[in-house]
């Protein structure tokens, strides 16, 4: 079966492979702790002791900008020239230009149930998977928003890395940094992406349901704040795999890589609906957005890219939209036809996604999968 791959991003969920990754590596030399000379951004910092403000969001600016993770109960903020996105309903990425771009610095956070580990059992976990051979990985004590935290330094796998796992109520919080040198000229723009992200993080997303909104000290009781309209709808639109085989060839005994046996207009076989790096994405395909919940269009469309994401929607207020594709209008029944949808579910006319989106909230990863009746 295929799985979501992204390249280093999904490193922290792939120990095996970062294990076995380590001996074909160039060992990274030593790496400090995360100096504290970057501050944070004003509304984060208290005046009189330039010390974080927990218990509390932020607010978008022309430096960084705000990214609330109701599901997962936390909020955070992030330069803003990164880019984020959703991969499940566990995981976040910051990246910046492209989802593949591994020479500049970026950020992974995954949120799992802790079980019976503790923090130290958990930070022990790590560091024996992506200790280098023989050398102590830089082990420090922090805190996140009043939790306690271990932060890991000086770690191997397919890149050099600095990992922070913290635990909040019943849940382990993973944060997985690309790490880079002094000497390196990304080194800057790592220890901002480190300090912004680590030092604004805390466990209370709903202490800001308007990002752009002034500080309510600044603003009249009877003032209405408006939503600037700040979120955004991003997804890939991929060819979904599955070598069945052809038309009068004899029924595979075995299920085929990437498929799975359901009867359907293609056959007893259908791609799995599972996105793999190897499956390349859908250009020129129209994805339209609606307002309120599918069935929905009218407001905005896109034709899909393939050099980076399929397709990104921009300057939306809070609210519930609809994202959804036609393959029977022109220029997607040219591009897409014949074939069937195999994600989010297995469909041959319009599929569509519904998204509600707090202010400010940026979505990611709402795809769509198709697989083509004469192709693999």
């Not at 100096?35 to 022309?62: F, V």
């Not at 390196?184 to 723009?189: K, M, N, V």
């Not at 308007?210 to 309209?229: I, K, Y």
Request: hydrophobic letters at 35%.
């Amino acid at each position: 079966m295929k799985t979501i791959l992204f390249s280093h991003f999904l490193i922290f969920a792939a120990l095996v492979l970062s294990a076995c990754s380590q001996a074909a590596m160039a060992l990274p030399e030593s790496r400090e702790t995360p100096n504290a000379e970057i501050k944070l951004p004003a509304d984060l910092t208290d005046p009189e002791s330039d010390q974080p403000i927990t218990g509390k969001c932020g607010r978008n600016s022309d430096e960084v900008r705000l990214l609330i993770n109701a599901v997962q109960g936390y909020c955070l903020q992030y330069p803003a020239e990164y880019d984020v996105i959703h991969p499940n309903e566990s995981e976040i990425m910051l990246f910046r230009r492209s989802v593949l771009n591994m020479r500049e610095p970026s950020v992974g956070i995954k949120v799992h149930p802790a079980g019976e580990a503790t923090l130290e059992q958990a930070a022990d976990q790590i560091a024996q998977v992506y200790a280098i051979p023989g050398v102590e990985p830089i082990r420090e004590s922090l805190t996140i928003d009043g939790e306690a935290a271990i932060l890991l330094a000086g770690l191997s796998g397919q890149d050099p890395n600095r990992q922070v796992v913290v635990r909040h109520k019943d849940q382990l919080y993973h944060l997985f940094f690309i790490e880079f040198n002094k000497s390196d000229p990304e080194y800057a723009r790592f220890e901002t992406l480190y300090n912004t992200v680590i030092q604004s993080f805390n466990f209370n997303p709903e202490s800001n349901a308007c990002p752009d909104c002034p500080l309510d000290s600044d603003t009249d009781a009877d003032q209405t704040q408006e939503d600037p309209g700040s979120a955004g709808i991003s997804g890939w639109v991929w060819h979904d795999l599955c070598d069945s085989g052809k038309d009068g060839e004899p029924v595979k005994i075995k299920t085929p890589e990437g498929c799975m046996e359901d009867v359907s207009a293609l056959g007893n076989y259908h791609a799995d609906g599972l996105m793999s790096i190897n499956e390349p994405l859908i250009g020129g395909v129209v994805v339209m957005l609606g307002e309120g919940k599918c069935p929905s269009t009218g407001m905005s469309e896109q034709s899909t890219i393939i050099t980076d994401l399929s397709y990104y929607f921009t300057g939306l207020k809070a609210g519930t939209y609809c994202v959804s594709i036609d393959p029977q209008r022109e220029p997607n029944l040219s591009i897409l036809r014949p074939g069937e949808w195999t994600y989010p579910a297995v469909e041959q006319g319009v599929i569509g996604t519904t998204v509600t989106l707090y202010s400010g909230e940026y979505r990611g990863m709402v795809n769509f999968g198709w697989d083509y009746q004469f192709q693999p």
